[in-house]
């Protein structure tokens, strides 16, 4: 991808307030993300080579913000903006805990967004081994919100 395409996807996602951009074309993936008051992230991968990190602004770079993730554990990610639940009712117990064994149907959480509860659920079976949003708190699109070990 060339970097004017890049420049071009930048804008975009600035006009139409998006933080996150995936594209995958074969083998190689681009991932740009930008956050509230950080500037955006460019990051391209190939299988061969390992992440690299372009500048975004003159003289400035972008580092990633993501949560250390070892290689046996996958994250399971917020799939929109809202406010996280962590149970079905103030009063409920949390839908996980750390050490839960959960399956890909499992609801892990709650995001509420414009008044609308969206069940999350795991996609995938395993154990929950880290929590990493809290009950109540608000939550980016793309955003880690749990460690869940595979089967």
């Keep these: 991808m060339e970097l004017e395409q890049i420049r071009e996807l930048i804008g975009l996602m600035k006009e139409n307030d998006l933080t996150e951009v995936r594209i995958n074309e074969g083998e190689k993936r681009l991932l740009l993300k930008r956050g509230s008051s950080e500037p955006v992230q460019v990051m391209t991968v190939s299988p061969a080579a390992p992440p690299a990190m372009m500048p975004t602004t003159a003289g400035q770079t972008a580092?990633?913000?993501a949560v250390p993730e070892p290689e046996?554990?996958?994250t399971i990610n917020s799939p929109m903006v809202g406010t996280l639940y962590a149970a079905p009712a103030?009063?409920?117990e949390s839908f996980v805990r750390v050490?839960?064994?959960v399956h890909s149907d499992t609801v892990v959480c709650i995001i509420e967004a414009m008044k609308v509860m969206n069940e999350i659920k795991a996609e995938m079976a395993g154990t929950i081994e880290r929590i990493l949003a809290k009950n109540a708190d608000p939550v980016e699109f793309g955003q880690p919100l749990f460690q869940?070990?595979?089967d």
């Design 72 to 74: 046996s554990v996958t």
């Design 99 to 101: 050490g839960d064994h």
């Design 63 to 65: 580092a990633p913000k």
């Design 148 to 150: 869940i070990k595979p």
């Design 90 to 92: 103030p009063d409920a």
